[in-house]
């Protein structure tokens, strides 16, 4: 974990998104709490993240996401260098797959 964000006020930000229960919920505080830029940047990032764990091209990634190779780079490294947080989501979200069409 980065030192430099683990503060009270990441912490307390990080609470309050653990108590989102719907994607409904999630798009009304993420709206209200992001610009429409940063948000979309985000989930920019996340797809980028779920293909290249998929096998996919920088060049498919690019044409498809409309990321930059520079930002398909900082994901990459970030997926093979760093804290296991996409792995972690990926992990979860596999898992509740079979959940989900119960």
Request: charged share 25%; aromatic share 8%.
């Amino acid at each position: 974990m980065n030192k430099k964000i683990k503060t009270s006020a990441v912490d307390h930000l990080f609470d309050a998104v653990l108590q989102l229960k719907t994607p409904e919920e999630c798009y009304a505080f993420f709206e209200d709490l992001c610009t429409v830029n940063e948000l979309l940047s985000l989930s920019q990032r996340f797809e980028v993240a779920s293909m290249l764990k998929e096998g996919k091209t920088y060049l498919d990634i690019a044409e498809k996401t409309g990321a930059s190779t520079a930002t398909i780079s900082r994901v990459n490294r970030s997926l093979n260098y760093g804290n296991d947080g996409y792995e972690l989501v990926f992990g979860r979200m596999a898992e509740n797959v079979g959940t989900d069409q119960k």
